[in-house]
């Protein structure tokens, strides 16, 4: 990377697998998001991992965004330092204000996340960690997807329920007090971008969600005795 054309400013936040920082590329605002190295890993699989990973989010991240899904511009892959540079994308997390809505904008907000997850899954594409705190809202009001860290290229009706199965566990352990709003309104967007591609897979994935939920509270049980 050329310190003339790009500065990395600051710290935004230190993960277990990646650190943020934001700075400026071109001039423009951006976001380096940058894999750690492992040293209890050998160097060259370490190497090879954070690259691999690195590639398949950035390629996530371009290809997604042609199915009509705001998700972060990618501006440049660093492979030597395993390094996404991204557009910075000005808003806050959902996380942060989703008390603050109104029931109008929450059912719109969660509407309209449906709708990108359901272009995610019917393109093969599985994000893999939806949560409130990678949504992020900006001043417009427009809703952005972000962190494609753990995502995967899957088309089988397990994976994708189970992607709808841990958002429900995030609203229903975080936000629990609009959960049944949000996440109703979550699944008409979902649904009524399914259905708009006559598309007959719908029903399994939401049903699979409780057969999933039953495992779950199966494992408990045996757990207790």
Same mark, same amino acid.
């Given at each position: 990377m050329s310190k003339s054309t790009i500065k990395i400013? #600051?710290?935004?936040?230190?993960?277990?697998?990646?650190?943020l920082f934001f700075g400026h590329w071109f001039g423009k605002e951006a976001i380096f998001k940058q894999r750690i190295p492992k040293t209890y890993r050998i160097e060259q699989i370490d190497s090879q991992l954070r690259l691999s990973r690195t590639l398949n989010?950035? #390629?996530?991240?371009? @290809?997604? @965004?042609?199915?009509?899904?705001?998700?972060? %511009?990618?501006?440049?892959?660093?492979?030597d330092s395993?390094?996404?540079i991204m @557009?910075?994308?000005?808003?806050? @997390?959902?996380?942060?204000? /989703?008390? *603050?809505? *109104? %029931?109008?904008?929450r059912t719109r907000h969660f509407? %309209?996340?449906?709708?990108? /997850?359901s272009r995610l899954h019917q393109n093969g594409h599985v994000h893999g960690d939806i949560t409130t705190s990678n949504i992020i809202v900006t001043s417009n009001e427009d809703i952005f997807l /972000? *962190?494609?860290g753990l995502h995967e290229y899957s088309d089988t009706i397990e994976d994708k329920s189970m992607d709808l199965h841990l958002f429900k566990r995030v609203l229903i352990s975080s936000h629990g007090k609009y959960f049944d709003e949000c996440f109703n309104?979550?699944?008409?967007?979902? #649904?009524?971008e399914y259905l708009k591609n006559s598309s007959n897979q719908y029903n399994p994935i939401i049903q699979n969600i409780k057969v999933i939920e039953s495992r779950g509270r199966y494992i408990k049980q045996v757990d207790r005795k």
């Open positions: 400013e #600051r710290l935004l936040h230190k993960g277990a697998e990646a650190s989010e950035a #390629r996530a991240l371009i @290809k997604v @965004k042609t199915y009509g899904i705001n998700v972060p %511009q990618v501006f440049e892959i660093d492979v395993s390094t996404i @557009k910075y994308v000005n808003g806050e @997390k959902l996380k942060d204000v /989703i008390s *603050d809505l *109104d %029931q109008v904008m509407f %309209q996340i449906g709708v990108f /997850i /972000i *962190d494609f309104s979550f699944l008409n967007g979902y #649904r009524s």
